[in-house]
């Protein structure tokens, strides 16, 4: 048996705005978009992808799966990020190398540091 990624589902208030937000960070392709669906790829026939689906109520409690990004330059990318309108937040995360971010539906996720040698 074989079994492929194909995507990560995320809930959204707007899952059009915060899909566009979210190609627009990554760099990312639209691939499909409807007002209750949104999904974006790395590429057009590349996998796995982000699929925006729309739910009634907003987020109210810490993620239980978030995403981890390595950029080359962790403070550039943590500008560039909050420049779109990422912000800050504390998780109880504590002094660390990382950087936890929150999308503009408040999604938590991680700008890591440098790989260790």
């Known amino acids: 048996m074989t079994l492929e990624w194909e995507q990560v589902i995320v809930d959204s208030v707007d899952p059009v705005a915060l899909g566009q937000w979210w190609a627009e960070a990554l760099g990312w392709v639209v691939v499909d978009s409807s007002a ?3 999904e974006i790829r790395p590429e057009p026939d590349r ?3 982000l ?3 729309r739910v009634e109520a907003g987020k109210t409690v810490k993620n239980r799966l978030h995403l981890d990004f390595r950029p080359d330059d962790q403070d550039a990318e943590v500008a560039r990020l909050s420049a779109l309108g990422a912000r800050r937040v504390d998780i ?3 002094d660390q190398s990382w950087v936890v ?3 503009p539906e408040d999604n938590e996720f991680c700008v890591l540091g440098r790989r260790r040698q």
């Open 36 to 38: 209750d669906e949104f």
């Open 47 to 49: 996998l796995p992808g």
């Open 51 to 53: 699929l925006f689906v």
């Open 92 to 94: 109880g995360q504590g």
């Open 101 to 103: 971010l929150a999308d």
